[in-house]
């Protein structure tokens, strides 16, 4: 149903840092760039950070990211860490979303919360 998704970002080598990072311990790479946006994805770019003319709103957004496992959802959220994203919800399981659900919350550095999940 989704092609992909873009999100405004207002600074993007420093939002492509924090991307690379945590799309790296989830197996996903860069797979296309240009001055002004970077892609994202497995076998084809699902996943734009676009850098326009102005600053994005914060908090204008979430995207769920899915993880192969604990193991995984755990990395991205450390790597998102060290990359310059906040925390916004550790690790751990999420038995509101279902018994199986475990997931992360970070913010990149434009704000955009990022959710990483495992079911």
């Known amino acids: 149903m989704i092609d992909h998704v873009a999100f405004e970002v207002s ?5 492509g840092g ?3 990072a945590v ?6 790479r860069r797979l296309h760039q240009g001055d002004h946006h970077v892609a ?7 996943y734009w950070i676009v850098q326009r ?12 990211l899915a993880a192969t496992g604990k193991v995984a959802v755990d990395a ?3 790597a ?6 906040s925390d916004d919800g550790a690790p751990g399981p999420r038995p509101q979303y279902g018994s199986r659900c ?3 919350y970070l913010r990149d550095p434009d704000g955009l919360r990022v959710e990483v999940v495992a079911r």
């Open 11 to 15: 600074d993007l080598v420093r939002s």
């Open 18 to 20: 924090f991307y690379d």
């Open 23 to 28: 799309f790296f311990a989830l197996g996903v």
């Open 40 to 46: 994202y994805g497995v076998e084809h770019p699902s």
């Open 53 to 64: 003319g102005h600053e994005p709103a914060a908090g204008y957004g979430h995207i769920a």
């Open 76 to 78: 991205a959220h450390a």
């Open 80 to 85: 998102g860490l060290r990359a310059g994203g």
């Open 102 to 104: 475990y997931a992360a």
